[in-house]
């Protein structure tokens, strides 16, 4: 029986868990499901962001769904014990390199984007985000004093950026797949023009890309893609970055569709085990009201079941299941607009179930 390690975390994850764990209960599959404390609550009754005996549940599971972590009142702890470090943790402890980031504008909600609504109807954008690598992870990185510098003798801090060859080979196949399935177009975004490391980025992608010649493959500088991302969106397909630039510009694309409370992700490994996350973070101001979008967490379990599962006709009805409340005119606060129904968290988990019920009784 495949099992799946289920680990709510900090903030709404734990509400929004509890909603998609109704919704892939209401399928009636055989799964075994497991959960386990991460994050600031796994720091609270364990000592740590990631204990062994989450790390090992995560490990032998064949997908994880993750809520979200992260709480301002962790922010004085020494960086090994904050919360982000169990996410980070996960990632690099099973090799989650793969980040599936989907920025889609659902037709219902193309009034919820600060942008004009002829600039995102119909958007749909795929961030590929490299996860394991990047100066999120190189070494070495630390606090001393400056040995040299323009301020030798002070304190200074430092990161490292760094990409070798096969972590941007593996990563570019993984967006020229992407891209076959979708219109064949990739943008991959980088600086170049100004670091080492994004020059090997655009030699190894461009190199790869000749091995998908239906592919096409374009180039784009990170500042320019972060002014085309407003400018006109739609000329996005699917978009292939590092790590540091795929967090920002995954943020910034999420919000054009005036919907992170939408947006499921995927983070897989060479295995195809993955960890299936929303796309938003734990909203520690607004936790425990029962006011959070369960959507994207919904919507990441319909990816996981896709990805890690093999149960795309389950991820289909999920999908469909929100579509319908959607088109019902329920809305929880964050995309709630005048003229639709606004509910709670659980109303909406409900909603979901309802109509992947109800669907069920009509083709039985
Ligand atoms: C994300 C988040 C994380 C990141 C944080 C929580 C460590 O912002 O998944 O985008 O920076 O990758
Ligand atoms: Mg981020």
Redo the contacts with the bound molecule.
Sequence with gaps: MKKIAVLPGDGIGPEIVAEAVKVLNALELEFDMEAAPVGGAAYESHGHPLPESTLKLAQEADAILFGA??DWKYDKLERALRP?QA??GLRKHLGLFANFRPAICYEQLTHASSLKPELIAGLDILIIRELTGDIYFGQPRGRRTAPDGHFPGAEEAFDTMRYSRPEIERIAHIAFQAARKRSQRVTSVDKSNVLETFQLWKDVVTEVGQQYPDVALDHMYVDNAAMQLVRAPKKFDVVVTGNMFG?IL?DEAAMLTGSIGMLPSASLNERGQGLYEPSH?SAPDIAGQGIANPLATILSAAMMLRFSLDQPQAADRIESAVQHVLAQGLRTADIHSDGTTKVGTREMGDAVVAAITTKTITKG
């Design positions: 972590v992260g982000e996410i980070l967090d995954s973070g």
